[in-house]
């Protein structure tokens, strides 16, 4: 077990000392903050999405304030992105309309930032979360130094009781960068949709061994690393976003299907043979799960998000700096091993943690008083 994992199974079991004595009760109110939101399609919205149905299981009511519900505009450099242009009263107002009883800002975007801005002036402890790695993707498409953006990182999730993160890699890195509060949340697979079927002669009508990756099609995602390779096979991506048409153009050879929902995505990627995760950036890896639990073995950096879930000792997959020989030694790992893998990520537990790490907040925050 990797010490992220360890390290998850003991704060979901016994919580740690930051966390509140005190459990969710029927009609509990939570309300989530997000500037990520449909349409976009990553694992910010996926991975909340899934939360807020395990939470209304546990009978936490759950209401959201998204871009969905104000008028915005598209980001500069990526159109599928949508910025709020909500003014502060609007989304007070939201806020003192759902009546919470605990309140998660998911994002650092305009709605996170009137949302922490409300949290301060009426004295509500709130928790965070820290799901991309905002400083990188902000300096690559926009001339400012990261040191800049980290400060202000540090200013948006230090005021809150908790902020969270997926590994417990990153959770050192951030330290290491001065913020605080920081606490685990997992991520889950639904292991019944992502499942190994029987494998298809020449899947997509493409000569094996099929190497994929899954995801957005962009930048901060490192795609040419893994495009450039000389692989035996075909490659195959599978997802849209804003460097699609350039990276068709530029890589013929390469069969790019564009999204995939549902059975039709669970069903391409257990026609691959290898996955590849060839970013360097992301702070988790959902679609490594995925992969996994389709009895796919990953191929990958050994950087935050894959060293955390694949142990080294695993036959579920290899992580390595060269990534061509980490995609060869892949195609010998273990199909079984990676379902097995992905099945000890449960949904259920990460839920829990979530929850715990909401309610801790307040735990937090009088602490400070």
């Known amino acids: 077990m990797t010490e992220s994992r360890r390290k998850i199974a003991e704060e979901v079991a016994t919580g740690d000392e930051s966390s509140a004595a005190e459990a969710p009760n029927e009609g509990t109110r939570l309300t989530i903050v997000t500037d990520a939101w449909h349409p976009q399609v990553n694992g910010v919205v996926r991975s909340i999405e899934t939360t807020n149905r395990e939470l209304a299981a546990m009978g936490v009511t759950v209401s959201m304030i998204t871009p969905e519900h104000y008028r915005s505009v598209p980001m500069p450099t990526y159109r599928e992105i949508r910025l709020s242009l909500a003014r502060y009263r609007q989304v007070a107002r939201a806020i003192e309309e759902r009546r919470p009883d605990y309140i998660h800002i998911a994002t650092e975007g305009p709605l996170g930032l009137w949302a922490r801005r409300w949290c301060i002036r009426h004295n509500m402890p709130f928790s965070t979360s820290y799901h991309t790695r905002f400083p990188e993707y902000v300096a690559a498409r926009v001339p400012i130094p990261i040191r800049w953006l980290y400060a202000y990182v540090r200013w948006f999730h230090n005021r809150g009781g908790a902020c969270m993160v997926a590994t417990e890699s990153l959770r050192r890195e951030l330290a290491e960068r001065g913020m605080h509060n920081l606490r685990l949340w997992s991520r889950g697979i639904d292991t019944a949709l992502f499942r190994p079927r029987p494998a298809e002669p020449e899947p997509f009508g493409l000569k094996r061994p099929i190497f994929m990756t899954v995801g957005r099609v962009a930048l901060e995602k490192n795609l040419p690393a893994f495009l450039d ?3 035996e096979g075909s490659k195959v991506v599978v997802g849209d976003g804003p460097a699609l048409a350039e990276l068709t153009a530029k890589y013929p050879d ?47 950096y050994p950087v935050t998000g894959p060293v955390d879930i694949i142990p080294a000792e695993s036959r579920a997959g290899v992580l390595r700096n060269d990534l061509r020989e980490a995609c060869i030694a892949a195609l010998d790992c273990s199909r079984s091993a990676a379902r097995s893998l992905a099945q000890t990520f449960s949904w259920r537990a990460a839920t829990r943690q979530f929850l715990d790490n909401v309610m801790s907040a307040r735990a937090v925050a009088r602490r400070r008083k």
């Open 254 to 300: 390469v069969l790019f299907t564009g999204v995939k929902f549902g059975e039709d995505l669970a069903a391409a990627y257990a026609q691959a043979d290898v996955f590849v995760f060839p970013s360097k950036t992301d702070t988790f890896g959902n679609t490594i799960l995925e992969a996994l639990a389709s009895g796919v073995p990953v191929a990958a």
């Open 229 to 231: 390779l000389d692989l």
